[in-house]
Structures are given as C-alpha cells and as structure tokens.
C-alpha cells in the first residue's frame, strides 16, 4: 500500500502543451533553481458543478472571508473571485516562495485605488512605496506586503522584498524544471512540477523529479501522474508493485462504492525511466466521495 500511496499523491501531466496567462508571465520572471512549481487555472474550476457545491461549505469554514469579498464589492464593485485568472507558485528548496497572479478585468490602477476606498472605510490609510521594481504597501494589516508588478494586470508576490527580488530575476525557461513544464498543458486546472531526489526502499531506487496536472473537463476530473526515476527498471518495478496493489484493493472487498469507479479507472505503465499512472472520476462521484469523507469525519 506504501508504494501506491507516494505514487497516487504525485501530480500527474497530459499530452497537450496549452499555456496559462500566469505561466506566460511566469516564465519570464522565475529564476533557475527552484524545487516546486504549481500552476493553478480558475477558470475550469469556477465553471465545475463541484465548485458551486462547496464553495458556500468552503466559505462558511473560512472565518471572515465571505464578510471581506463582501465589503470588496460592495466598496470597489470588484469581484475577487472573479478577478483571478491563473496563478503560478514557485518555491526554493529552502521553503522561499513567491505567487505570480494574472489577473482579468482589473489591473493595479484599479486595485491601488480600491486599497485605498477599504482602507478608508476601515479609518485605516493605505501607504504606497516605491523601492526600485518593488512596491510596498502598508497600513491595511499587521504586515507590510511587497509586490512587483510585471505588467498592468500581472503581479509577483513574496514575504519580503529580498525574496521577491531574487525570486524574479528570470531563467527558469533554461531550467530543468522550466523544461518539464513543458512537457504539459498548464492550462489544466491544477499542474506541477517537484524537482526533489528521494529514495523509495520499496522499489530500491530512486525518484528524481515528478510532474503533471489535473483537469477538469465534461464534468470529469482527469489525472496522468509522471514519475521520473533512476532507471527503467526501477520504473518497471514501480509499476508491478502498484499494479499489484491496486489489483490487491480491488480484490479485497473493502472499498466503498463511492470509490470504486475512480480506482477502476487507473492504469499504470512505463515509458523508459518513467512510471505514468493515469485516472479519472466524475464530478458526481467525487463529490460523493468528499461528502463521504466530510460525514467520516465529522463522526469523530
């Protein structure tokens, strides 16, 4: 079960190479170097039928949230939610991370001068700073935040203005993570790539580097996990081991009918030093399965 398990939780890759807005400007901006890049597209998941099922569950969990979007609209007749198009984070091996956004219908004109309607219904007053390419501001919360706006809709975000300057310096497009970017669609819903080596016993090899996505699409959601290890034959060991244990799940009887259509549909192959698994479920399905879970656990 352990080799499925670190298998399954990898993000996984298709074979179209459409591209995000944020990873268009993101390419430009991230440096070479870093462990983990994550794209996120909101457009698919705003528009799934799972989304509008939790997302009222999601923001009554949420504190004060919906109370903030509430006073967004109402003081700047901006739609957070809908100001968001896509998202791209980058991340050191040392946990450093920097959030590039591409926004749609608003740009940082409109976004200064909204900061400084709330921070004025709050009694606060909002501080605009400039330092070189960085933009600080302040008087809105307990922190200072640092932004570097890459164009009129697109902007870099980091904890402070050191990160933020040597996270955007470019070269990630001659990276090795910048090249199995390329590899996939970053225009799915969600899409990734770890570069980080680890051993995994179970197989006696090696895992260098994960990419991949997950997307929404006709109501279903769709994964193809690559795995990169040090060989072939560790890959081919991989994907006896997992085929057996997914055979083993399936066999044993125990698994709930709200799953069973998902673990039916994944497969599990090689392609050199490659170990890709590929699944699918639908929105209904999933859907079910959370409700499941979120019963589960509110037993305890």
Same mark, same amino acid.
């Given at each position: 079960?352990?080799?499925?398990?670190?298998?399954?939780?990898?993000?996984?890759?298709?074979?179209?190479?459409?591209?995000?807005?944020?990873?268009?400007?993101?390419?430009?901006?991230?440096?070479?170097?870093?462990?983990? $890049? $994550?794209?996120?597209?909101?457009?698919?998941?705003?528009? %799934?039928?799972?989304?509008?099922?939790?997302? /009222?569950?999601?923001?009554?969990?949420?504190?004060?949230?919906?109370?903030?979007?509430?006073?967004?609209?109402?003081?700047?007749?901006?739609?957070?939610?809908?100001?968001?198009?896509?998202?791209?984070?980058?991340?050191? %091996?040392?946990?450093?991370?920097?959030?590039?956004?591409?926004?749609?219908?608003?740009?940082? #004109?409109?976004?200064?001068?909204?900061?400084?309607? +709330?921070?004025?219904?709050?009694?606060?007053?909002?501080?605009?700073?400039?330092?070189?390419?960085?933009?600080?501001?302040?008087?809105?919360?307990?922190?200072?935040?640092?932004?570097?706006?890459? %164009?009129?809709?697109?902007?870099?975000?980091?904890?402070?203005?050191?990160?933020?300057?040597?996270?955007?310096?470019?070269?990630?497009?001659?990276? =090795?993570?910048?090249? !199995?970017?390329?590899?996939? =669609?970053?225009?799915?819903?969600?899409?990734?790539?770890?570069?980080?080596?680890?051993?995994?016993?179970?197989?006696?090899?090696?895992?260098?580097?994960?990419?991949?996505?997950?997307?929404?699409?006709?109501? =279903?959601?769709?994964?193809?996990?690559?795995?990169?290890?040090? =060989?072939?034959?560790?890959?081919?060991?991989?994907?006896?081991?997992?085929?057996?244990?997914?055979?083993?799940?399936?066999?044993?009887?125990?698994? /709930?009918?709200?799953?069973?259509?998902?673990?039916?549909?994944?497969?599990? #192959?090689?392609?050199?030093? !490659?170990?890709?698994?590929?699944?699918? +479920?639908?929105?209904?399905?999933?859907?079910?399965?959370?409700?499941?879970?979120?019963?589960?656990?509110?037993?305890?």
């Amino acid at each position: 079960m352990k080799t499925l398990a670190v298998l399954l939780l990898s993000l996984g890759a298709t074979a179209a190479h459409a591209e995000s807005r944020a990873w268009t400007t993101a390419k430009k901006a991230l440096p070479g170097g870093l462990q983990t $890049v $994550v794209g996120v597209n909101l457009t698919p998941i705003k528009t %799934s039928a799972l989304y509008q099922q939790l997302l /009222p569950v999601a923001m009554a969990k949420a504190g004060g949230a919906q109370e903030h979007l509430d006073k967004l609209k109402a003081t700047c007749g901006l739609d957070a939610m809908g100001m968001l198009d896509s998202v791209v984070l980058g991340m050191t %091996s040392d946990d450093k991370t920097v959030v590039i956004i591409q926004l749609k219908g608003t740009n940082q #004109k409109a976004l200064e001068a909204c900061g400084q309607k +709330v921070a004025k219904a709050d009694g606060k007053k909002l501080t605009i700073t400039k330092d070189g390419a960085v933009t600080k501001y302040s008087g809105m919360g307990d922190d200072d935040a640092y932004v570097k706006w890459l %164009s009129k809709d697109s902007l870099a975000i980091a904890e402070d203005k050191d990160t933020l300057t040597k996270l955007t310096t470019g070269g990630i497009a001659r990276d =090795s993570v910048g090249a !199995e970017v390329g590899k996939l =669609s970053t225009d799915a819903a969600l899409w990734g790539v770890v570069n980080k080596s680890q051993d995994i016993p179970d197989l006696g090899g090696k895992m260098s580097s994960a990419y991949g996505t997950l997307d929404l699409k006709a109501g =279903s959601l769709a994964a193809d996990v690559h795995l990169i290890m040090d =060989s072939a034959k560790t890959a081919t060991t991989g994907a006896t081991k997992a085929q057996q244990q997914l055979d083993g799940i399936k066999k044993s009887g125990q698994v /709930p009918k709200q799953f069973t259509a998902a673990i039916d549909s994944i497969t599990v #192959k090689t392609s050199g030093a !490659e170990l890709v698994l590929d699944g699918h +479920v639908t929105e209904a399905d999933l859907a079910s399965m959370a409700g499941m879970l979120s019963a589960l656990a509110g037993s305890h």
